[in-house]
């Protein structure tokens, strides 16, 4: 018996390799949400100011300090800066807006100025990048009393806002 043998034979080509470029648009960026919440007040606790006035400091690692005419005591409320909660996503690029001054009033229509300066006053500075979701910021402050008469002894009050602007 003769046998016949069959050979079968694969061929492969690779003749060319496609290559084709896809473009697409970037999605858009994820809606960025800042909500801020106060968490503590600031206050610069209780002291005396005499005829040549003054000014007390308050850091926003709450060291507190007076110059001038300033005689600080530890008498009634303690003082503390003020705590902010910033609710944003983690790496968010925020900015504290401009330098601030307010009017605190008191007793029979008398006033002391609040200076908030966020390279000084504030304790990320005017421009940080949140690491955690809230971010706690914290905020002192300088208060400037023209003098003893003019800054009668009571309380003084005002609200102050802070910006937070996402960049």
Do not use: C, W
């Not at 606790?45 to 507190?64: A, Y």
């Not at 690029?93 to 605190?104: A, K, M, R, S």
């Not at 949140?130 to 003019?150: A, D, M, Y």
Request: aromatic content about 10%; overall charge negative; glycine content about 12%.
């Amino acid at each position: 018996m003769t046998g016949k043998s069959f050979f079968i034979f694969m061929f492969l080509s690779l003749s060319s390799i496609v290559y084709s470029e896809v473009a697409a648009q970037e999605n858009p960026p994820i809606p960025v949400t800042v909500e801020v919440r106060n968490a503590q007040g600031l206050n610069f606790g209780s002291f005396t100011v005499g005829t040549n006035g003054g000014n007390v400091f308050l850091s926003p690692n709450g060291n507190r300090t007076g110059d001038s005419d300033v005689h600080l005591l530890n008498l009634g409320q303690p003082s503390h800066y003020a705590i902010f909660d910033v609710y944003v996503n983690p790496g968010t690029l925020l900015q504290i807006q401009g330098v601030y001054d307010f009017t605190l009033e008191g007793p029979s229509g008398s006033d002391v100025t609040l200076t908030i300066d966020p390279n000084r006053d504030i304790s990320t500075g005017q421009t940080f990048i949140t690491t955690q979701n809230p971010h706690e910021v914290l905020v002192g402050g300088q208060l400037k009393i023209p003098n003893g008469s003019s800054g009668p002894a009571g309380s003084y009050n005002a609200m102050f806002t802070i910006t937070f602007i996402h960049e």
